[in-house]
């Protein structure tokens, strides 16, 4: 993966407060990290950075569409998704991100790398089961759902069989269930 210059944060220089990123991600942001789960994107990304006098405090947020397969019918549409995250940033001797929602920069960096954090985000936010919404109500038309109802089998109308039994079966059943 390259680092773009374009997702670094340098909080060195930043006042104390709140300060706000906007990003639009694109497919070349996806490239980067070599994933190619789908055809095209189209997010809007906010990032809201809280400078402390100790630690930075890093708020993310998306919103947009990601031109995927259909699972079912493998017809493209585009899905829509949304997410955030909240990333708390400390300073330390060593760098360390082992967990999820605190990174750890020495002392000393003056600026923060999210594009790591952003790609997370989006990529979690998408659903492992992708159905395309004219499945859902029945308006898609495309050779896979002709297929699919070829194939699927009728139900039968199961004839009711009036079965006569023995009378005496019937008496002995009625043992059973008196007890």
């Known amino acids: 993966m390259k680092v773009s210059n374009e997702f670094l944060i340098p909080f060195i220089g930043l006042k104390l407060g709140k300060h706000q990123f906007d990003y639009q991600i694109d497919k070349t942001f996806f490239d980067r990290f070599e994933y190619d789960d789908f055809e095209s994107c189209d997010i ?8 402390k006098t100790t630690m930075l405090e890093l708020h993310f947020k998306h919103k947009g569409t990601v031109n995927v397969p259909c699972d079912l019918t493998s017809e493209p549409f585009d899905l829509p998704i949304k997410g955030k995250i909240k990333l708390i ?29 952003i790609y997370e985000m989006i990529v979690l936010s998408i659903p492992l089961k992708r ?17 699919l109802q070829e194939l699927t089998v009728k139900e039968k109308k199961a004839e009711k069989k009036t079965e006569e ?15």
């Open 44 to 51: 809007k990304t906010t990032v809201v950075l809280e400078k």
């Open 89 to 117: 940033v400390q300073f330390g001797d060593a760098f360390n991100d082992e967990n999820e929602e605190l990174l750890i920069l020495p002392h000393g960096e003056h600026q923060v790398d999210i594009s790591q954090y």
């Open 131 to 147: 159905v395309h919404p004219g499945v859902k109500n029945g308006t898609l038309q495309s050779e896979a759902i002709d297929k």
């Open 165 to 179: 039994t023995d009378p005496r079966w019937d008496q002995l059943k009625k043992l059973l269930t008196d007890k």
